[in-house]
């Protein structure tokens, strides 16, 4: 990494992030979300990184193993209740699923 700029990481993190935005805005699938927060955790993930390296810092990678014990934690319960969701209902469709409406 000290041969590419660290320009270079924070651009492609920004276009992962923006594309992580654009799946949880634009689509109605429960599961396509949820993989879209996952890509907007990795952009975070990367700029983390880019920047521990920049600065010769430990801090960005324990921020990232921090960051990514959380995203298996979301993974796990996620999962989970969108699985529960799609027995209750038999859909992932978010317009489509009002539990917690009476």
């Known amino acids: ?21 654009i799946g949880v805005t634009i689509r109605r699938n429960a599961i396509v979300i949820f993989m879209s927060i996952e890509l907007m955790l990795n952009a975070v ?18 921020f990232v193993f921090m960051v990514m014990v959380v995203a298996a934690a979301e993974v796990a319960v996620g999962l989970a209740i969108i699985v529960a969701i ?8 978010v317009d489509d699923i009002k539990l917690m409406k009476w």
Not at 3 to 20: C, E, K, Q, R, T
Request: charged share 10%.
């Open 45 to 62: 993930n990367l700029t983390f990184l880019a920047f521990s390296n920049y600065l010769n810092n430990v801090e960005g990678q324990i």
């Open 86 to 93: 799609f027995r209750l209902r038999e859909t992932v469709h």
């Open 1 to 21: 990494m000290q041969g590419i700029p660290i320009s270079h990481f924070l651009i492609l993190s920004a276009i992962l992030f923006s594309l992580g935005v």
